[in-house]
């Protein structure tokens, strides 16, 4: 059996900080571990990095976002497909043999792939340096004590966990192609040498589980261990800092401290239950029950009495949707990327090698029950010139002076509550409820102003996927999940597809034998 080189160039220790690159740093400037997790705060900038990290290009940042997984996914036009000559992807760029799943094209696309392999694999190992350390400190040490102690521990495994569920979803069949083989490693150790077994797709899901499983009970701990802990995930609160949170009922107060704060930034306990929804839903069969509850968790969950943290986002009395373009108050989850208007501009640019217009506009849009008033609409611009084209705003920064602006134009959607309405009408379409699964595809539908009282035909298995791929593509547009959907279902996402087309080559120096 051949070693697998995933993670030989961290054996020396190597970690992440939010304010310091230390990455790809030469050995003599490499912060020392020993003197890095002397303190609490080591392993706040160590937990920071994994979120850098998470957001760089090869990861979310752009490739398994609005860039190589959304082409994939069919999600725009390619340049002359079907005598198409306007915007579009051009063949001289690497996205273009990723819609057509041509994953050995070229150097290009093979070094894409082999970046999200290596980059993902790499923030595995600095969870994996958290998770080691973080027991030999004090509770003394940490200033929120215990719970401080349990949420990065947490934090740390759910990054894990959600890490290797997407290398899993990326790099191994659905189990609805019913696979047998192998496929990748579930990294624990750190230092890591190489030469761990890879695991099947059952074994690889009951893993990340486990990790889900654990860091949910340590983050849910912390989020809700008092009244300010609870507030700060509001919407008015989670995705900024606040220098005190006023009338909880305990008279308890927030730490006055950036780490403590902008838990939407972070794998909360909201996050943390939706990934094990997304997980369940994922693996299927007996598990959507625990998906369903694990969604309805989600979205039941309060951040004071009677009220939940989240909801649909409003258009409201200042037009909030013209510049509120990734809707923001139904973001459960996002990771920050300060670079992200500027990477975007050439993905923007009409004439681009890689213009990333939208394909199937009037498939999409002009459809059966299609809606004027669809909110999401707004994140569209259309463009008529010798052809039509139409091209997604969601990462262009809207021309307003509102300070909202400067606080959403960074952020990179991970999670947000429309899909744990789709997972609950996933586990009702499941056990036959095709009204009830209609009735939870509305309130998307609702909560993105389309009118509600419509029948959406759902009769069956087949007419309830239909609806829901549809909707996905229309919410999920440059957020890096409609290929997976599609993968789930094993439904084609265009003609010529194989089974192979779903499942991402292995670097040629991480293959196991």
């Given at each position: ?27 003599e ?45 069919q ?54 340096n ?17 719970a ?47 030469g ?28 809700t ?19 005190f ?205 389309c ?25 999920f ?19 010529g ?17």
């Open positions: 059996m051949k070693k697998v080189n995933i993670l030989i160039l961290l054996i020396g220790g190597v970690l992440l900080s939010a304010c310091t690159s230390w990455l790809d740093v030469t050995p400037d490499t912060v020392e571990e020993e003197d890095l997790f002397k303190e609490s705060t080591g392993f706040h900038n160590a937990l920071n990095g994994v979120y850098q990290q998470m957001a760089s290009t090869s990861l979310y940042g752009r490739e398994l976002t609005y860039g190589l997984l959304d082409a994939m996914g999600v725009y036009q390619l340049y002359g497909e079907n005598y198409h000559y306007g915007a579009g992807i051009k063949s001289y760029h690497y996205y273009y043999q990723g819609t057509r799943f041509a994953y050995d094209a070229n150097d290009d696309i093979k070094r894409a792939i082999e970046s999200i392999w290596s980059k993902g694999y790499n923030t595995i190992a600095n969870c994996n958290i998770i080691r350390n973080i027991d030999a400190l004090k509770t003394g040490d940490f200033r929120g004590g215990e401080e102690r349990q949420m990065i521990k947490g934090e740390a495994l759910a990054a894990r966990a959600w890490m290797h569920f997407d290398l899993l979803r990326l790099f191994a069949p659905a189990l609805v192609a019913n696979p047998a083989g192998i496929y990748i490693p579930y990294v624990t150790d750190f230092p890591y040498y190489g761990q077994s890879a695991l099947s797709v059952l074994e690889t899901l009951e893993k990340i589980e486990a990790d889900l499983l654990l860091a949910k009970d340590m983050i849910m701990a912390y989020d261990l008092n009244d300010a802990n609870r507030r700060i995930l509001g919407d008015q609160y989670r995705f900024r800092i606040h220098s949170v006023s009338n909880t009922d305990d008279d308890s107060d927030i730490i006055p401290l950036p780490f403590y704060q902008y838990r939407g930034y972070r794998i909360n306990a909201m996050a943390v239950t939706g990934m094990l929804a997304r997980l369940y839903s994922y693996w299927g069969g007996e598990k959507l029950v625990e998906a369903a509850k694990n969604a309805q968790e989600v979205i039941d969950f309060e951040w004071t009495d009677g009220k939940k943290a989240l909801f649909y986002t409003e258009n409201g009395w200042d037009n909030r949707l013209d510049y509120d373009r990734k809707c923001s108050q139904d973001l459960i989850f996002c990771l920050s990327y300060p670079l992200l208007q500027e990477g975007y501009n050439e993905y923007a640019l009409s004439t681009g090698n890689a213009c990333l217009a939208l394909a199937k506009y009037d498939e999409v849009w002009n459809y059966d029950l299609a809606d004027g008033g669809d909110f999401r609409l707004k994140f569209i611009k259309t463009i008529d010139d010798w052809y039509t084209d139409h091209m997604p705003l969601k990462n262009i920064r809207p021309n307003s002076d509102k300070d909202l602006v400067s606080v959403i134009e960074d952020m990179v959607p991970m999670m947000r509550l429309s899909e744990m309405h789709f997972i609950l009408a996933e586990y009702y379409a499941s056990i036959g409820d095709f009204g009830q699964a209609a009735n939870y595809l509305k309130e998307v539908r609702v909560g993105r102003n009118l509600g009282d419509v029948d959406l035909g759902i009769v069956d298995m087949e007419t309830f996927k239909a609806r829901l791929l549809g909707e996905v593509r229309r919410e547009f440059q957020e890096g999940q409609t290929f997976f959907y599609y993968k789930k279902y094993g439904e084609n996402l265009r003609k597809m194989i089974p192979e087309s779903f499942v991402l080559p292995k670097p040629d120096s991480e293959n196991i034998n």
